[in-house]
């Protein structure tokens, strides 16, 4: 086990400002070490966090935390800065229920003024807190100076830049940290992306105290003594002209993230004089002082638990294959015979899969970097000039494309096909990850149709079904992890607009599933048969169009009829109970339960775990079913 003697005597950063330069070059590798150790028993974010420890370091030791807002763009690099403020004692906890989150988040600890996990929020959050302080806000505690570590991937993002706009315009004292490691998960895409490294390509990394002390030196006398503005000095040592500069914003740098000496001279002679907004350019390496991270080609951006010496992780060997390869798998089927398949992602290429597609059709795949809303537009773009776009994104980032699906998409009845993974609860990522709004949020626009597979092989002929639909927006869901190891077809079959398929005829009390709680729904029904009740079971497949046919007989046939879907209120049952309330179905006393996310934010757990906290696994199912036939109140019935 390494010795940790300068970290173990830090509670609080206060502590930081009694150890000298040297002592805190020492608290970095200490550092280091315990962030590697304890995600080697946890698994998480790896590589982000390795990349800022001397960063960390350095901000904790020169600013003022809490009472100076530090600010971490989506918060996967947090890691470090949790030993650091008094957090220590739960880093074995991170990601597990009840411990810490793998993200900053305002409810646990003073010193994350703002949670995130969303990428490209930091600079707007820290002029908030700029103007805030500005204007007299005083929270407890009172308001020092706001810092925003951003990194090249986020800044990307147009959010980021609508506030370097703002905040170049208001012209405020605020610092942002541009950490330039020139990797996103994969390698970033876009021109951004070129331009930061056009900066200085040509062009050393700057030793900007020797550059400092030698501007200083040439300096008549009293400017020596008294070079007041940091941007009387900074002019000496920037880099003129960047795009940075020309949008309002002192530029400084770049600077090596990895020589804490440097940094810390930065960040006291800012900290000292800048009064105007700063942005500060240092360049990082992902993965920073561990081997395994530092090469693997995503430079250990999110790792399993795994073996501290050889870098080996624990991965659980799978049954089934993960959803999203069967999704790449079968858009790279259909697209063999279909050119017109162009398939987008915004910077999630692994994780949608679309890396695979890419190897087969490098043209025709698109990472637009973290843009989700372009993203969206784009494909918009793609269906208006007579493409079969499949937007690729994640339940929970395609949240932030919502205006651009309504206004791009939909009022215009363009046949993007949404290709929605993470559906539902996805585990140690928490409640910033989940994926539970989108058929709430898709199945009220008009023309759009919304699916939901229930197992693996559904999967595969609901890719069939958007390619075969070119008659507006199409969206399929589909959830995290492996599927149910069910016997995949041969080629996907288009299956019919609106028409769901029953599972099993039963009696008394129908369960109508939309999505991959069918699983769950049998494991309820087999409990259920030893009490001699059969469900009645169907698969939905469509929350929009309904398929009021299936539904209305069913709520005919049985005296009971109950939803379940992996999904926030508003989705699926609330389309089905409108449906019953028009059509006076409720009239004639049909039991009605509707099953989905109750309303809190879930922290994270295990998926299952998240289940059992929002009743909604196969005993919750059981006894939703025993309430609703009212059997659980007169005990078990013959
Ligand atoms: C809006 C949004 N889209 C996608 C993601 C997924 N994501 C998390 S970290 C990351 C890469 C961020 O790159 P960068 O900002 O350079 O940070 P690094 O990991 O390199 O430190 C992405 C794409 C996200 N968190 N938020
Ligand atoms: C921080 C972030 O947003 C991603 O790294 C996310 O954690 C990826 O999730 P998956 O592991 O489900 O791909
Ligand atoms: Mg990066």
Same mark, same amino acid.
């Given at each position: 086990?390494?010795q ?5 005597? +830090? ?7 009694s ?7 020492q608290?970095?590798? #200490? ?40 600010i ?7 890691y ?17 229920q ?28 820290a ?7 500005e204007?007299?806000g =005083? ?13 090249? %991937? ?10 370097? /706009? /703002? ?11 541009? /950490? ?9 895409t ?53 795009l ?7 530029y ?18 800012l ?32 790792? =399993? ?23 790449a ?51 918009? %773009?793609?269906?208006?000039? %007579? ?21 791009? +998409? ?33 199945? /009220? ?8 597979? =229930? ?14 639909? !070119?008659?507006?927006?199409? =969206? ?9 190891? +069910? #016997? ?6 288009p ?22 709680r ?20 169907a ?13 209305? #007989? ?32 409720? !009239? ?51």
């Open positions: 086990m390494t940790t003697p300068l970290l173990d005597k +830090v509670k609080t950063p206060a502590d930081l400002k150890l000298n330069d040297r002592e805190l070059r608290l970095a590798d #200490e550092l280091r070490a315990e962030t590697i150790s304890a995600v080697s028993e946890t698994g998480g974010h790896l590589g982000a966090g390795l990349g800022v420890v001397e960063l960390t370091v350095a901000l904790h030791a020169v600013f003022d935390t809490p009472r100076d807002r530090l971490w763009d989506v918060s996967h690099q947090c470090p800065h949790k030993i650091l403020t008094g957090r220590r004692d739960r880093i074995r906890t991170l990601r597990q009840d411990g810490l989150s793998g993200f900053t988040k305002r409810s646990e600890s003073p010193y994350d003024p703002f949670g995130a996990a969303h990428s490209s929020t930091s600079i707007s959050a002029l908030g807190f700029t103007m805030a302080r204007l007299g =005083a929270p407890d505690p009172a308001l020092g100076d706001a810092i925003a570590v951003i990194g090249d %991937g986020s800044i990307s993002a147009g959010m980021a830049f609508e506030a370097l /706009n /703002n905040a170049g315009h208001l012209g405020k004292r605020m610092f942002v940290v541009l /950490n330039d490691n020139e990797m996103s998960i994969a390698p970033p876009g021109a951004m992306s070129s331009y930061l490294s056009r900066i200085y390509v040509d062009k050393p990394v700057q030793d900007l105290k020797q550059a400092m002390k030698g501007a200083i030196s040439l300096l008549p006398g009293p400017f020596q003594e008294g070079a007041r503005r940091a941007k009387d000095l900074l002019k000496h040592v920037t880099v003129g002209g960047t940075f500069e020309e949008l309002g914003f002192n400084l740098g770049p600077i090596d993230g990895h020589d804490l000496d440097q940094l810390l001279w930065v960040f006291r002679t900290r000292e004089r800048a009064d105007e907004p700063m942005l500060v350019h240092v360049l990082t390496q992902k993965g920073k002082g561990y081997a395994p991270a530092e090469g693997a080609a995503d430079r250990g951006h999110a790792r =399993a638990k795994f073996d501290l010496v050889t870098g080996k992780q624990h991965k659980s060997p799978s049954n089934a294959p993960s959803y999203t390869k069967v999704f798998e079968s858009l790279i089927a259909q697209a063999q015979n279909d050119d017109k398949i162009v398939a987008v992602t915004a910077a999630m290429p692994d994780g949608t899969g679309l890396d695979l597609f890419a190897k087969h059709f490098p043209k025709r795949m698109f990472d637009v970097a973290i843009a989700e809303q372009h993203g969206v537009t784009f494909c918009a %773009g793609l269906a208006a000039g %007579g493409m079969k776009p499949f937007c690729a994104m994640y339940s929970t980032f395609l949240q932030r494309g919502y205006d651009q699906v309504v206004h791009d +998409v939909a009022i215009q009845r363009l046949p993007v096909r949404f290709a929605i993974d993470r559906a539902g609860l996805v585990g140690a990522d928490g409640a910033t990850h989940a994926g539970s709004y989108d058929v709430a949020f898709l199945a /009220n626009l008009p023309g759009f149709v919304v699916m939901a597979a =229930a197992d693996e092989a559904e999967l595969v002929h609901m890719v069939a079904t958007a390619v075969a639909h !070119d008659d507006g927006p199409i =969206a399929f869901r589909f959830p995290r992890g492996e599927g149910e190891g +069910v #016997e995949m077809p041969a080629k996907g079959v299956l019919e607009i609106g028409k769901g398929r029953m599972i099993r005829q039963g009696k008394r009390v129908a369960i109508l599933s939309f999505g991959t069918l699983g769950e729904v049998l494991k309820a029904c087999e409990a259920l048969g030893a009490k001699g009740i059969t469900p009645t079971v698969d939905a497949r469509f929350a929009k169009p309904l398929d009021r046919e299936m539904i209305l #007989e069913l709520a005919r046939t049985h005296e009971a009829l109950i939803t379940i879907e992996e999904g926030a209120v508003g989705g699926f049952g609330s389309h089905v109970a409108q449906l019953l309330a028009d059509e006076g179905v409720f !009239d004639h006393g049909l039991k009605y339960r509707s099953m989905v996310l109750p309303d809190i934010f879930i922290d994270q757990a295990s998926p299952r775990a998240m289940y059992d906290v929002a009743a909604m696994n196969a005993p919750h199912i059981e006894a939703k079913v025993l309430e609703v036939l009212g059997v659980a109140q007169m005990g078990k019935r013959a």
